[in-house]
């Protein structure tokens, strides 16, 4: 067993916080509350190779491991600080762009891979609808086959890149009469250029405000019959299989980087904050909040590699180990964050401390990519070895 990094893997994971730090960070105060598309920041990831990070390099992409992946998110979520690029980092290349390379025809991978990596096309993922989250076999999109198209009907919600996607990964009902329901599910790669596609409302957030986020349309949408990912009524299993220990390890990386930016924040504010004549760092009350803090990005680190780990010994997605990284790191985080804004006292509930924003996005982790409630439902189904 072997827990270190490569001088090399250290190397990148410094240039990737320095670059956050330097090019990222700066400006997330100003954008934040505009809940705006920057373009220029998605620009700067593509010139640093981030935005194809796993991706062969024959593909336009950097070709790094699973491990190195989590390695330059977690790098970005040190530096940036910024929750809302990430998760818009994560959808575009975790959710779209590796179900594509790994269940895509050579066409499909030709066709979409390389504009994703070099930041010319915006990816997301449709799975949720309105009135399907966690149930997400329960879907109502539907898609037909006529001729050579597929019509697909249907609501998408929630969707992260939503409103300036140009491909989109889209889960639909295939076969409605199939048991289990998810046995009658494919996958679709839908361009925003199709007819009959269009984008919904725009949802307004309380956190992860630097990505945007919406409701996507398909009112007769044409896709061609070559745009099915994978196996048709099997996409669904296949492609949620696949994300499911890449979403639920590379998805969550920047979290421990933002962990560890607000443990350093912390620690400094402890130092230079003076409360009774000395600095709050004196009391053990603040102490022991820092200690804990760090003993839960300690472990959380631990259970995220070795999802990123195991997937990259065999590429069977740990499902059970996956689901114990994501409930952990999830809430970890939100504790984190509550005591980081508990240190910084009346300055911590101002934004220009930068914690109260790290508390607001972290809110997210305990909802998206599969609830905590669902997670533990996974854990303990394997525990009483009942089936998934
Ligand atoms: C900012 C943001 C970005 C998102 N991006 C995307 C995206 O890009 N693509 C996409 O497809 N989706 C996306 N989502 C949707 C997200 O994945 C869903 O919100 C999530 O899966 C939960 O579904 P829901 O909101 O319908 O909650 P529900 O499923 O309605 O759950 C409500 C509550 O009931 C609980 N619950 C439900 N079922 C059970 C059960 N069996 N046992 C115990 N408790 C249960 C849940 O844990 C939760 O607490 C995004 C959501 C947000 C907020």
Redesign the pocket.
């Known amino acids: 067993m072997d827990f270190a990094f490569t001088d090399a893997q250290r190397e990148l994971y410094d240039s990737v916080r320095t670059f956050a730090r330097q090019q990222i960070h700066p400006t997330v105060l100003q954008r934040e509350p505009l809940q705006t598309w920057n373009d220029d920041i998605w620009q700067k990831l593509a010139g640093m190779g981030l935005l194809g990070a796993p991706i062969p390099e024959e593909y336009g992409g950097t070709g790094l491991s699973c491990v190195e992946t989590c390695l330059v998110k977690e790098a970005f979520g040190a530096g940036a600080e910024d929750g809302g690029v990430a998760?818009a980092w994560g959808?575009h290349t975790i959710?779209c762009g590796v179900p594509i390379w790994k269940l895509g025809t050579e066409d499909q991978k030709r066709r979409y891979l390389p504009g994703m990596c070099d930041g010319s096309l915006i990816g997301?993922?449709?799975?949720?609808e309105p009135d399907?989250?966690?149930?997400a076999a329960g879907m109502k999109t539907r898609a037909v086959r006529k001729g050579d198209r597929w019509i697909l009907n249907g609501r998408?919600?929630?969707?992260?890149n939503g409103p300036i996607g140009g491909v989109f990964v889209v889960t639909a009902v295939t076969d409605p009469d199939a048991r289990p329901r998810a046995a009658g599910i494919s996958t679709f790669l839908v361009e925003s250029g199709f007819p009959g596609f269009s984008v919904g409302q725009h949802i307004d957030?309380m956190g992860?405000k630097t990505s945007v986020?919406s409701e996507l349309v398909f009112d007769d949408c044409e896709v061609p019959a070559e745009n099915l990912l994978g196996m048709e009524n099997y996409g669904f299993i296949i492609t949620a299989k696949l994300i499911l220990g890449w979403e639920r390890s590379c998805l969550l990386a920047p979290g421990l980087g933002g962990m560890d930016a607000a443990i350093e924040r912390c620690a400094r504010y402890q130092q230079e904050r003076h409360q009774f004549g000395r600095p709050i760092a004196r009391f053990q009350a603040m102490r022991h909040m820092l200690a804990d803090m760090k003993v839960k990005v300690e472990l959380a680190r631990n259970l995220i590699y070795r999802v990123a780990w195991k997937l990259d010994q065999d590429g069977d997605p740990p499902l059970v180990d996956a689901a114990i990284a994501k409930v952990f790191l999830s809430e970890a985080s939100q504790q984190v964050f509550r005591d980081a804004v508990q240190i910084h006292g009346g300055n911590g509930f101002t934004t220009e401390y930068h914690v109260e924003r790290g508390l607001r996005d972290s809110m997210?982790s305990t909802?998206?990519?599969?609830?905590?409630?669902?997670q533990r439902?996974i854990i303990a189904r394997a525990i009483l070895d009942l089936p998934f």
């Open positions: 998760l959808a959710l997301g993922f449709c799975l949720s399907s989250g966690s149930d998408k919600m929630w969707i992260t957030k992860m986020t997210l909802i998206g990519a599969g609830t905590s409630e669902i439902g």
